[in-house]
Antibody, heavy 120, light 106 residues
């Protein structure tokens, strides 16, 4: 079964850091680009960041560029999101999502998400 | 960044009727467009890619059309399970989502 499981969410104070992880199973992880997509409570989907199959091509939404870093470890079938200088507006459910290709197209598999709460 | 704009924000339609959802891009996206359905408490599910190709397992009542900057998702005869939020997403230049259309039962 193709599966993505996110972890690492929690309560963090503004200005602090958090690292999210996503563990993949059921497919050849290094054949696909991967993404982080977030959804604030009661709001729509916002693409956060994406990474190509080999980790060479990376992009970020304007709202997180310079604060968040995406990475992957293909040997561990894992995707990561290092989030620094967190703000209240970063509070959301963070989904890990698998692309259908090696470079960004659209997403065919999603995890259940991990919740990030930013509050003092 | 390519901005995606969906309309309307909320659409009220009766079961059995047709629903038409719109999505516009700030520049041409060459049919590099996907549509997703999201139900409460669930992750999104892809319905359409390439503007008009149904994903595996998606019922034939869902269809997509459009080109350039204007795209449409049509649900021909609404079933109870179709009431949800729908998002368009462009992948012509990285990724951006529209703000969503909530399809509610009239």
């Amino acid at each position: 079964e193709v599966q993505l499981v996110e972890s690492g969410g929690g309560l963090v104070q503004p200005g602090r850091s958090l690292r999210l992880s996503c563990t993949a199973s059921g497919f050849t992880f290094d054949d696909y680009a991967m993404h982080w997509v977030r959804q604030a409570p009661g709001k729509g989907l916002e693409w956060v960041s994406g990474i190509s199959w080999n980790g060479v091509t990376i992009a970020y939404a304007d709202s997180v560029r310079g604060r968040f870093t995406i990475s992957r470890d293909n040997a561990k079938n894992s995707l990561y999101l290092q989030m620094n200088s967190l703000r209240a507006e970063d509070m959301a459910l963070y989904y890990c999502a698998k692309d259908i290709m090696r470079y960004p197209y659209y997403m065919d598999v999603w995890g259940k998400g991990t919740t990030v709460t930013v509050s003092s | 960044e390519i901005v995606m704009t969906q309309s309307p924000a909320t659409l009220s339609v009766s079961p059995g009727e047709r629903a038409t959802l719109s999505c516009g891009a700030s520049q041409s996206i060459s049919s590099n467009l996907a549509w997703y359905q999201q139900k409460p408490g669930q992750a999104p599910r892809v319905l359409i890619y390439g503007a008009s190709t149904r994903a595996t397992g998606v019922p034939a009542r869902f269809s997509g059309s459009g080109s350039g900057t204007e795209y449409t998702l049509t649900i021909s005869s609404l079933q109870s399970e179709d009431f949800a939020v729908y998002y368009c997403q462009q992948y012509n230049k990285w990724i951006t989502f529209g703000q969503g259309t909530r399809l509610e039962m009239k």
